[in-house]
């Protein structure tokens, strides 16, 4: 492979071993420079406001900005371009196929890893918000509700569900098939704005840098 097939293996395996600094539910930039033509491209793959989204959506009647509503709340969610983003890139700069950069992230997620002390201490640090959410607290806390420890093997066999739907249907299926359904379910239960059409109308864009 090239570097753009190691970075897009990375971009998925963080999404396992490293949730606060990747994931498939959030998005990015991709800065890449073709040494055969010189060229400097900028790959766009953030988050987009849903199409319901209103400027006022994150403040009170007092006219005050509400953190936990624009941080912490299902309001806060963009619509996520990791998925589209890293597959974009390696449609048009890779060597690889989808299916293939995201095996190591497969693996580690259905069979685990163990655990290192910045993540251990990234869950203890975002404790109180992760145990918010009964999702995220079954899934970074043992059924007693303790810490995962430094050494520890941490599973996540949802995630390598998922993975794995990505890697054998393509991304239409995050953006228009049964993980859309979820997303979009998950947000009409809970309060949130983002769509099937916000999902489905989802586009990464190349920049000029």
Known sequence: ?????????????????????????????????????????????????????????????????????????????GVPGTVAGLALALEKYGTLSLAATLAPAIKLAEEGFQVSPDFSDAIKTNAKTLKAWAATKAIFFKPDGSFYETGERFVQKD?????????????KS??????????????QAHGGLLSKTDLASYQPVIRPP
């Open 1 to 77: 492979g090239n570097a753009i097939d190691a970075a897009v293996t990375i971009g998925f395996v963080m999404a396992v071993t490293c949730p606060r600094a990747g994931n498939i539910g959030g998005g990015g930039f991709m800065l890449l420079h073709l040494a055969k033509t010189g060229q400097i491209v900028a790959l766009d793959y953030r988050e987009k406001a849903p199409a319901k989204a209103q400027r006022d959506m994150f403040v009170d009647q007092n006219g005050k900005v509400n953190f936990d509503l624009s941080q912490f709340s299902h309001l806060a969610a």
């Open 159 to 171: 995630l390598a569900k998922t993975l794995k739907i990505i890697a054998n249907q393509g991304i």
């Open 174 to 187: 995050f953006y228009q098939g049964d993980i859309a359904e979820l997303i979009t379910n998950d947000m």
